[in-house]
């Protein structure tokens, strides 16, 4: 017996130290989850700012609101958690009454409401999410009044709010429901900006009571950053409506994307993919796509229909700009002629002729200039300018392949740019080793290789500063809550020079003159602006219809100014244009110009106008209604205009065109100081398609007045014609009226 007592007590011995040694974190976890509760406290995910402070993304509180159908059963019966009866009368009708409120506030079926609220023994039954404040104050009002605390409960909760909805949307990303980020900078700066939780520990006795004080545990929640971005909503804003402009006016099968950069900096003014989403409801398709998914023709509901929805809400989230690549075609050119400049091997006024073809030596096949009539005798600014392929190949051969492919690396065409945001691409080209004349030949006017826009318009913005590559970055600076700045972009060290400052000036120099004078991208001029500007159309030789034809084109431009000191670059792409021209410098360029009228003033860049452009300059007029006739006369007189004046009244009662509308300086205002009479009234001409000069004299021959816009430098090249006008032809309208006309060279082809 004492031999097994002792054997009985060294099992025991050996199980006690084994518990204490061994298993004691585990025993001890154990223990401690049994004694205390732990509750969360949640980080405030960091908000979102433009560079100027105007508020992105921010957080709000949303309620989920939901019912205990256990507490609504035994105020029913009247009876507690134990079933015993309580001092309260029974309830009957409770569950009723609380269906036909919520179902009513909350926008839910009524059946469903009373179906959880019967559900024996369940303590939490929601009956919605994301409930927004001024609901949830209603059914606190509803709570209060009918003494439902037990029944009915509201948890509150983050959510991400956009203040500006699908603005910059696939710069900004969004938020799941567990409130992280899944796309664009909430994304990339996740960590960041959702900070650490923090925890709430508490002590509990045996009957579940909270122990005294000194048994607590809190440590406090580090909420996320805010973040501060390189954005500027005004110029987003621009960016963004110039995209849908050119995706209306010309159709884009896979999309359109545009970009703004800092040349100096590399910091993204503006970036955007159309069509794109709501970053408040990113799972709802834009229309564009619903009109895509209904073409298709599938049963709602299906597999076919939804594996369809689930890819086209995946390309709406993509970021074009810096995911995709493409031929730059044209553009190009201007990085081939920065390389042949530094390495001196063709001279800014060396003649050439081109005959529409070039022969690559050792190649049996002619590769065609765009212009396959051929320029004829030009020197090499002038074949810039106008985009002559032959011209191109012929200075790039001279480079040699070895010294194209190391520049082609330097302007940092082989790796990703780095910019913070997810998802970027990378170039495709030739290796090494397969780089030969012809693909030399083809690679100097940026056919056969892609690269990303973002990648492009880098090399570009490294010719427009001067020479030196910058680093795109979307993110300007972090603050904690306090308000301490914990991380700011530095770009001191980041770039490195490729090509010297002399050849960029002389680069930026031709494209101007080709911009304002007659180069392809004439479409891209802005009055009182110099703009650098090139343009180019490519052919997607990798996608092709069933008879072999690849008729798929990409239209695209790239501009910077002002070109005396440049400040920022533009990038406008039009993926498969469709209704009408492909060519870059219709469908592309214009916009550009556009961007560019709109931004460069907001900038502080003050326009300066040559003569000819001061001709052309309209004037301001005021509202004369309510004026005298004498006083109005006198003071269109002092803007340099001519008026009529209309009746025998003393007072203006009408005038055309309306106060506020620009009026060129050969206008004619009329006012009129009575009832406007049947022979007031003219009929607007029908100009599309015509020139300035026939325009203008029609419109002014039939008593109305011309304001142009679009393409202003409409006497220079071939002449810019008239693609649209408003009010439309055959309108009746009072003389006077202005009739507005939009002018575009359409003899670009690159």
Same mark, same amino acid.
């Given at each position: 017996?004492?031999?097994?007592?002792?054997?009985?007590?060294?099992?025991?011995?050996?199980?006690?130290?084994?518990?204490?040694?061994?298993?004691?974190?585990?025993?001890?976890?154990?223990?401690?989850?049994?004694?205390?509760?732990?509750?969360?406290?949640?980080? &405030?995910?960091?908000?979102?700012?433009?560079?100027?402070?105007?508020?992105?993304?921010?957080?709000?509180?949303?309620?989920?609101?939901?019912?205990?159908?256990?507490?609504?059963?035994?105020?029913?019966?009247?009876?507690?958690?134990?079933?015993?009866?309580?001092?309260?009368?029974?309830?009957?009708?409770?569950?009723?009454?609380?269906?036909?409120?919520?179902?009513?506030?909350?926008?839910?079926?009524?059946?469903?409401?009373?179906?959880?609220?019967?559900?024996?023994?369940?303590?939490?039954?929601?009956?919605?999410?994301?409930?927004?404040?001024?609901?949830?104050?209603?059914?606190?009002?509803?709570?209060?009044?009918?003494?439902?605390?037990?029944?009915?409960?509201?948890?509150?909760?983050?959510?991400?709010?956009?203040?500006?909805?699908?603005?910059?949307?696939?710069?900004?990303?969004?938020?799941?429901?567990?409130?992280?980020?899944?796309?664009?900078?909430?994304?990339?700066?996740?960590?960041?900006?959702?900070?650490?939780?923090?925890?709430?520990?508490?002590?509990?006795?045996?009957?579940?009571?909270?122990?005294?004080?000194? #048994?607590?545990?809190?440590?406090?929640?580090?909420?996320?950053?805010?973040?501060?971005?390189? @954005?500027?909503?005004?110029?987003?804003?621009?960016?963004?409506?110039?995209?849908?402009?050119?995706?209306?006016?010309?159709?884009?099968? &896979?999309?359109?994307?545009? @970009?703004?950069?800092?040349?100096?900096?590399?910091?993204?003014?503006?970036?955007?993919?159309?069509?794109?989403?709501?970053?408040?409801?990113?799972?709802?398709?834009? !229309?564009?796509?619903?009109? !895509?998914?209904? /073409?298709?023709?599938?049963?709602?509901?299906?597999?076919?229909?939804?594996?369809?929805?689930?890819?086209?809400?995946?390309?709406?989230?993509?970021?074009?700009?810096?995911?995709?690549?493409?031929? $730059?075609?044209?553009?190009?050119?201007?990085?081939?002629?920065?390389?042949?400049?530094? !390495?001196?091997?063709?001279?800014?006024?060396?003649?050439?002729?081109?005959?529409?073809?070039?022969?690559?030596?050792?190649?049996?096949?002619?590769?065609?200039?765009?212009?396959?009539?051929?320029?004829?005798?030009?020197?090499?600014?002038?074949?810039?300018?106008?985009?002559?392929?032959?011209?191109?190949?012929?200075?790039?051969?001279?480079?040699?392949?070895?010294?194209?492919?190391?520049?082609?690396?330097?302007?940092?065409?082989?790796?990703?740019?780095?910019?913070?945001?997810?998802? !970027?691409?990378?170039? @495709?080209?030739?290796?090494?080793?397969?780089?030969?004349?012809?693909?030399?030949?083809?690679?100097?006017?940026?056919?056969?290789?892609?690269?990303?826009?973002?990648?492009?318009?880098?090399?570009?913005?490294?010719?427009?500063?001067?020479?030196?590559?910058?680093?795109?970055?979307?993110?300007?600076?972090?603050?904690?809550?306090?308000?301490?700045?914990? #991380?700011?972009?530095?770009?001191?060290?980041?770039?490195?020079?490729?090509?010297?400052?002399?050849?960029?000036?002389?680069?930026?120099?031709?494209? /101007?003159?080709?911009?304002?004078?007659?180069?392809?991208?004439?479409?891209?001029?802005?009055?009182?602006?110099?703009?650098?500007?090139?343009?180019?159309?490519?052919?997607?030789?990798?996608?092709?219809?069933p008879d072999g034809s690849t008729p798929f084109r990409v239209g695209s431009c790239?501009?910077?100014?002002?070109?005396?000191?440049?400040?920022?670059?533009?990038?406008?792409?039009?993926?498969? $244009?469709?209704?009408?021209?492909?060519?870059?410098?219709?469908?592309?360029?214009?916009?550009?110009?556009?961007?560019?009228?709109?931004?460069? $003033?907001?900038?502080?860049?003050?326009?300066?106008?040559?003569?000819?452009?001061?001709?052309?300059?309209?004037?301001?007029?005021?509202?004369?209604?309510?004026?005298?006739?004498?006083?109005?006369?006198?003071?269109?007189?002092?803007?340099?205009?001519?008026c009529e004046i209309v009746g025998d009244g003393e007072k203006i009662v009408k005038m055309a065109p309306e106060g506020g509308s620009g009026v060129r300086k050969?206008?004619?205002?009329?006012? #009129?100081?009575?009832?406007?009479?049947?022979?007031?009234?003219?009929?607007?001409?029908?100009? %599309?398609?015509?020139?300035?000069?026939?325009?203008? %004299?029609?419109?002014?021959?039939?008593?109305?007045?011309?304001?142009?816009?679009?393409?202003?430098?409409? /006497?220079?090249?071939?002449?810019?014609?008239?693609?649209?006008?408003?009010?439309?032809?055959?309108?009746?309208?009072?003389?006077?009226?202005?009739?507005?006309?939009?002018?575009?060279?359409?003899?670009?082809?690159?």
């Amino acid at each position: 017996m004492t031999f097994g007592i002792l054997i009985a007590f060294a099992v025991l011995a050996v199980r006690i130290f084994l518990l204490q040694t061994r298993d004691y974190e585990k025993y001890q976890k154990s223990v401690i989850s049994q004694m205390t509760t732990e509750s969360v406290i949640p980080a &405030e995910r960091g908000d979102i700012y433009d560079t100027n402070g105007v508020l992105l993304a921010t957080d709000i509180t949303v309620y989920r609101v939901f019912i205990s159908p256990t507490d609504i059963q035994n105020a029913i019966k009247g009876v507690d958690k134990d079933g015993k009866k309580t001092n309260d009368d029974p309830r009957p009708g409770l569950d009723v009454l609380i269906a036909d409120f919520l179902s009513e506030t909350l926008d839910v079926d009524h059946a469903s409401v009373l179906e959880k609220a019967s559900k024996i023994g369940r303590l939490d039954e929601t009956i919605a999410r994301n409930v927004e404040n001024d609901v949830a104050e209603e059914i606190r009002k509803f709570i209060n009044i009918n003494e439902l605390e037990n029944q009915i409960h509201l948890e509150a909760n983050p959510k991400r709010y956009y203040c500006y909805d699908s603005l910059a949307s696939t710069v900004l990303g969004f938020t799941g429901s567990d409130h992280t980020g899944l796309y664009g900078i909430e994304y990339m700066y996740d960590d960041e900006l959702s900070g650490t939780n923090g925890i709430y520990i508490t002590a509990r006795d045996s009957k579940g009571g909270e122990m005294p004080t000194e #048994y607590e545990n809190y440590v406090e929640a580090i909420d996320g950053y805010d973040i501060t971005t390189t @954005i500027d909503m005004f110029i987003q804003y621009e960016l963004e409506n110039q995209l849908r402009a050119t995706l209306a006016d010309n159709g884009a099968d &896979e999309r359109v994307c545009g @970009i703004v950069l800092d040349v100096k900096t590399g910091g993204i003014l503006a970036m955007s993919t159309i069509p794109d989403f709501n970053c408040n409801d990113p799972w709802t398709l834009d !229309e564009y796509f619903l009109a !895509e998914l209904a /073409e298709l023709g599938l049963s709602e509901g299906s597999d076919e229909y939804n594996a369809e929805v689930r890819e086209l809400r995946n390309l709406s989230w993509s970021n074009k700009a810096i995911t995709s690549t493409y031929m $730059p075609g044209s553009t190009f050119k201007v990085i081939t002629t920065a390389m042949c400049l530094e !390495e001196k091997v063709v001279q800014v006024g060396e003649r050439f002729v081109c005959t529409g073809a070039y022969f690559v030596p050792g190649y049996s096949k002619p590769i065609h200039c765009h212009k396959r009539t051929g320029h004829g005798a030009q020197n090499f600014a002038q074949a810039l300018q106008q985009s002559c392929n032959p011209v191109l190949m012929t200075i790039a051969l001279r480079l040699g392949s070895a010294k194209f492919y190391d520049y082609f690396t330097a302007f940092g065409l082989m790796e990703k740019t780095g910019i913070d945001l997810p998802g !970027e691409g990378n170039s @495709i080209f030739h290796k090494v080793e397969n780089f030969n004349q012809v693909e030399l030949a083809t690679a100097a006017f940026g056919q056969n290789f892609t690269v990303t826009p973002i990648q492009q318009i880098r090399a570009i913005a490294s010719v427009a500063n001067g020479g030196y590559l910058v680093t795109p970055h979307v993110v300007r600076e972090m603050t904690d809550s306090d308000g301490n700045v914990v #991380y700011s972009y530095d770009d001191s060290g980041s770039s490195r020079q490729v090509v010297s400052t002399e050849v960029c000036d002389t680069i930026t120099q031709i494209l /101007e003159e080709g911009v304002s004078g007659d180069g392809g991208a004439k479409n891209a001029y802005v009055a009182g602006y110099r703009i650098a500007a090139k343009t180019g159309t490519t052919e997607k030789k990798d996608k092709k219809l069933p008879d072999g034809s690849t008729p798929f084109r990409v239209g695209s431009c790239v501009a910077y100014a002002p070109a005396d000191d440049p400040q920022v670059a533009v990038l406008i792409m039009v993926d498969e $244009p469709n209704k009408g021209s492909v060519y870059g410098s219709i469908v592309a360029a214009p916009y550009v110009a556009n961007v560019m009228a709109s931004i460069l $003033p907001y900038l502080g860049i003050e326009a300066v106008y040559t003569d000819k452009e001061l001709e052309n300059l309209t004037k301001t007029l005021p509202n004369y209604v309510g004026w005298s006739t004498e006083d109005a006369r006198t003071s269109v007189g002092y803007l340099g205009l001519d008026c009529e004046i209309v009746g025998d009244g003393e007072k203006i009662v009408k005038m055309a065109p309306e106060g506020g509308s620009g009026v060129r300086k050969d206008g004619k205002i009329y006012l #009129y100081t009575g009832e406007l009479e049947k022979n007031d009234n003219v009929t607007v001409p029908d100009v %599309m398609g015509q020139s300035a000069t026939l325009a203008n %004299m029609m419109i002014v021959n039939n008593k109305l007045n011309i304001n142009i816009t679009g393409t202003t430098n409409y /006497e220079t090249g071939a002449g810019a014609v008239v693609v649209s006008q408003s009010p439309e032809a055959g309108a009746v309208v009072p003389k006077g009226t202005l009739v507005t006309v939009e002018f575009r060279y359409l003899d670009g082809t690159d």
